[in-house]
């Protein structure tokens, strides 16, 4: 019991949900087990209680389990009375220890536990945030529907540091009291623009229009473009960003920070079918820079498949069936944290492998615990 957990560590503030007299297997051993188990491959209660029995010993090394290993019931019944704002907290303070001072990329986008799903009661919508560059789950907010998103992100964004970050978000957040919020807590914001916001869209479309036909002679325009291939496709993407938006800024003053105007214009040919283009337009207070524009729209879209579509596919997100009280919530965190500590790992190999090797080597698995 030798070696410590930095994990353990940041939740030994989390409050005790369970009457303390009735307390066998204490909380920290509980965590730590389920930690475990879904590192190694196990997202169910059950199937976490069948890998604690077999690798009792390896988790004696850290905590004594001296009741031995807790059911699959006891699991789900403590994750159900976990409070989840606390173990977000904890959650958060845990993460910030993992960062590092860099020019960060942060998106924020929400998914749907559909699995959470019962009758007389919704399936949980998690609003989360996610630091590209460093590949880290930041935190989450639960809502109880999509539409919900708009309440949400300002929570999530006040539990966390994002001086100095971009902000990357969907047409959903493309509110101006969010952008007034990130520019107050110090952070710079790149917002999806579309027809939620009517009058504004059709200005910044019409001026992106006229100014295309006039080859932006009569404006001031930076301009960067992509080429991707692959898959029997090629995309091209010109992205145009301009600081000439007085007369914007003086039709919609209400948007705080606002600096620039963007159009991402995607051009896709694919074999066997007809070409088709798409025009997308963004609202960001960073200065006229195409480049950087560019790459902030593309590394938002990591939380969609580096994120959302690894934890359905890989942490059976879409397909567990918890749904009572707090569990889907709070065993989400549980998956994050691990899914981030397994990325703090340099590895040439698949997340699968990885959970695999995790579940059958002891020393990769504390490697992965281990990691900073």
Not at 191 to 200: S, T
Not at 303 to 311: A, D
Request: aromatic share 8%; glycine share 6%.
């Amino acid at each position: 019991m030798s070696q410590s957990i930095e994990f353990l560590e940041a939740f030994q503030g989390l409050e005790e949900p369970r009457q303390l007299w009735k307390v066998v297997h204490p909380l920290k051993e509980i965590l730590f087990l389920v930690l475990c188990g879904v590192i190694s491959g196990f997202t169910e209660f059950s199937d976490i209680e069948i890998y604690g029995k077999e690798r009792i010993g390896y988790l004696r090394k850290f905590l004594s389990f001296a009741a031995g290993i807790p059911s699959h019931d006891t699991l789900d019944r403590v994750f159900q009375r976990i409070n989840p704002a606390s173990f977000q907290s904890c959650f958060i303070n845990w993460v910030a220890g993992l960062q590092k001072e860099i020019r960060e990329i942060i998106a924020v986008d929400g998914k749907t536990l559909r699995g959470s799903f019962d009758e007389g009661q919704s399936a949980i919508h998690m609003v989360s945030a996610w630091a590209s560059k460093q590949r880290l789950i930041l935190g989450q907010e639960k809502t109880e529907e999509k539409s919900n998103e708009i309440k949400a992100i300002p929570k999530l964004l006040e539990l966390l540091s994002i001086k100095g970050a971009i902000v990357t978000i969907d047409a959903m957040g493309c509110q101006k009291d969010i952008a007034r919020q990130i520019v107050e807590q110090g952070g710079d914001y790149m917002l999806a623009l579309k027809g939620n916001h009517a009058e504004l869209y059709r200005d910044v479309s019409e001026f992106f229009e006229a100014q295309e036909k006039e080859q932006f002679r009569h404006s001031h325009a930076d301009t960067h473009q992509t080429l991707e291939k692959g898959h029997g496709r090629v995309e091209k993407r010109r992205y145009v960003s301009t600081n000439d938006i007085e007369w914007l800024k003086e039709r919609h003053p209400e948007w705080k920070g606002l600096q620039s105007i963007i159009r991402a214009l995607s051009t896709r040919n694919q074999t066997g079918k007809q070409s088709s283009q798409e025009a997308r337009y963004y609202l960001s207070s960073l200065p006229q820079d195409a480049k950087q524009a560019g790459e902030a729209i593309r590394e938002h879209w990591g939380i969609e498949n580096k994120v959302h579509w690894v934890l359905d596919v890989n942490f059976g997100d879409d397909a567990s069936r918890l749904r009572k009280d707090h569990a889907p919530q709070n065993l989400h965190v549980i998956k994050q944290a691990a899914l981030n500590l397994i990325r703090k790992v340099p590895s040439k190999r698949s997340l699968r492998a990885q959970r695999i090797q995790a579940g059958l080597n002891s020393d990769y698995l504390s490697q992965i615990l281990q990691a900073s």
